[in-house]
């Protein structure tokens, strides 16, 4: 690895919290700590290059950009060496690395961290397979699969006797999926298995499944300020937002009228919010009603949740291509990840030391 002979280490108060975002942290739980003290913190600025030495050679963005001809990588990504030059395109940078071969990493009394650090990249790996979406993304036309079996099963189930229960139902089972930054080109069926999804597929199939149970629904486009979706992110990832997002959630159609029901953030990704917006607190537990529509967006907006604009599919929105690879989405999720527990799918069964060591913190 080559790096300039002004780059030193530093101290490394600021510089743990921005590893404990990573997707690495995430995974090592306990031992995050003891890991990170064996590694080095460099810090670089704009136009600086980066060589990543061997293999055994693993090295954590921790903030800013470092770009290659294969790609960028941003806050909480991991890579190992592979000799690939990478430059730093923001402003400035800092890095973990941790030399796997050095003399200090292979000392004895060392074995425990080794086992966890593996299996810590080998859970990553997995998490990351499972968000990685398919090549061939499905046309947006048929993103709603209404007639979807597992649509049509789900949907029976959720049916109740009265409109407003059967939406209130299928707005509960959609809300209390966990929230996940990640591809916004799936059918509502595989957003329905996987289990989680971000604004845009979980309004999609909570859309699905209203239209499947014999509902009036649509979707909603609505402002997002930076200031409030980032509670949501790792700190290092904000300097990179745009100051406003678009937010996309569903409504329904109840009693002759629009209801806005946002389905979004499920409990424990609202208590990240509560941290800071502790106004927010009256919204849980959530539910729609005939009278009461459901839109923490447009409280916080100061926006009437009746005042809508309904469109009846988001097509075009949803066939955008996003500027973020799955790695950098999993390094975005980390603290919802550690909120919502997200991380415990990915932990080997056969390697409960490894589920033992993990926390989750909000």
């Not at 890095?95 to 810590?120: F, I």
């Not at 997002?224 to 959630?249: D, I, N």
């Not at 329904?252 to 917006?277: C, P, Q, T």
Request: hydrophobic content about 40%; proline content about 6%.
């Amino acid at each position: 690895m080559h790096l300039h002979s002004s780059q030193q280490a530093r101290p490394a108060t600021r510089e743990w919290n921005l590893f404990e975002d990573s997707i690495l942290a995430l995974y090592l739980g306990q031992s995050a700590a003891r890991i990170f003290a064996h590694g080095a913190i460099y810090h670089l600025t704009e136009g600086e290059t980066l060589t990543l030495g061997g293999p055994q050679t693993l090295t954590v963005v921790l903030d800013g950009v470092l770009i290659a001809q294969t790609g960028w990588q941003g806050p909480g990504c991991h890579v190992a060496g592979d000799g690939t030059c990478y430059k730093v395109k923001s402003e400035t940078a800092s890095v973990w690395v941790l030399d796997r071969a050095g003399t200090g990493w292979q000392a004895p009394g060392r074995q425990a961290l080794q086992h966890a650090l593996e299996m810590a990249l080998t859970a990553a790996d997995r998490a990351l397979q499972a968000a990685t979406p398919p090549a061939d993304l499905p046309d947006p036309e048929t993103l709603s699969d209404v007639d979807h079996p597992q649509i049509r099963r789900m949907a029976a189930r959720l049916r109740r006797t009265s409109e407003a229960a059967t939406a209130d139902a299928v707005f509960r089972f959609v809300q209390a999926m966990p929230y996940r930054f990640g591809n916004w080109q799936e059918r509502a069926s595989d957003t329905l298995a996987r289990g989680n999804g971000m604004c845009t597929t979980k309004a999609n199939l909570q859309v699905t499944l209203m239209r499947a149970a014999g509902l009036e629904a649509g979707f909603v486009e609505m402002p997002m300020s930076m200031s409030v979706l980032g509670k949501l992110m790792p700190a290092a990832w904000l300097a990179m937002m745009r100051p406003t997002v678009r937010h996309y959630f569903g409504a329904v159609k109840l009693d002759g009228r629009w209801h806005a029901a946002d389905s979004s953030y499920n409990d424990d990704s609202m208590g990240i919010y509560l941290e800071s917006f502790p106004d927010y607190a009256h919204l849980l537990p959530a539910h729609v009603s005939i009278g009461k529509p459901y839109s923490p967006t447009a409280e916080k907006n100061g926006v009437d949740p009746f005042d809508i604009q309904v469109v009846p599919h988001l097509n075009e929105e949803m066939s955008k291509k996003s500027r973020f690879s799955p790695a950098q989405f999993e390094a975005l999720n980390t603290r919802l990840d550690r909120a919502q527990g997200s991380w415990r799918n990915w932990v080997e069964e056969d390697h409960p030391d490894l589920g033992a060591g993990l926390r989750v913190v909000s």
